[in-house]
Structure formats: C-alpha cells, structure tokens
C-alpha cells in the first residue's frame, strides 16, 4: 500500500484528476501540517488517528493507494473558508482529519474527526 504526499492543493487536485481519468480507486488523507520544529502535526485529532489509520489500512486494504494532503500551518487552515480543499467540488473538507474514498472519480464515502482514530471505524468504512 503506497502513501504518495501530495504537499500541495495543485498536487492533490491533480492526482484526484488522474485518478478519476483512471477510473481507480484510492484514499484521499487530510490533515494538519507537521510542524517543522517538532515532525508532529499541529492537530491533535490527526496525531491520534495517524498511527491507527496507517495498521488498519495496511491491514485491510493493502492494495490502496493513499494521497497524503497535508492542509498546511493552523493559520492557513483554521477558519480558513477559501481555502482549496474546502472549496474543491470533490474534497470539500470541513474538519481534519478527512480520509475520503474515491473509486471512479466518485465520492464511496468519508470518515471525520474521531472516527479516523477508531479502528473499527476504518475497517467498516473499507469493507
């Protein structure tokens, strides 16, 4: 199971683009930027939910593709409404992290917040 980083929007979109043209399937993770100082993302939620995402993806969907978005520094994502993956008609991401499903181009489904820390979340979102 690859994890591409998508450093920024252009990228991500592009690849979501790709995919779609592809008519595949992968994952789409959002979440707060690491911290330059200190390697570990300015957000809490995805702190915790990055470690159970990457087992239980590795243990269920190991063929996967997964599209790393990170959102950049808290100033530029909290309370941010322009900012692209907000705007973007295929991510329209509110809160992190987002882990999206997209299979065709389209939107399978999405998990938010908490449940992205939930193992038995993630393996029923990818059942």
């Known amino acids: 199971m690859p994890f591409i980083r998508c ?10 683009e790709r995919l779609r ?8 993770l959002f979440f ?4 330059p100082a200190t390697g570990v993302s ?8 990055d470690p159970v995402l990457r087992a239980t993806i590795a243990a269920v969907a190991p063929e996967l593709t997964v ?9 530029a994502w909290k309370g941010v409404e322009t900012h692209p993956y907000r705007q973007h008609p295929a991510f329209r991401v ?3 992290p987002t ?7 389209l939107e399978r489904g999405r998990l938010v917040e908490g449940a992205c820390a939930d193992a038995q979340a993630i ?5």
């Open 94 to 96: 509110q809160r992190i």
């Open 67 to 75: 599209y790393e978005c990170p959102v950049g520094p808290r100033a």
């Open 99 to 105: 882990l999206v499903h997209f299979q065709h181009g």
């Open 21 to 28: 043209l592809a008519q595949d399937s992968a994952l789409f």
């Open 123 to 127: 393996r029923a979102f990818l059942a």
């Open 7 to 16: 450093p920024s929007p252009s990228e991500a979109i592009a690849a979501y």
């Open 42 to 49: 300015w957000c809490p939620d995805c702190v915790l939910a």
């Open 32 to 35: 707060g930027s690491e911290d």
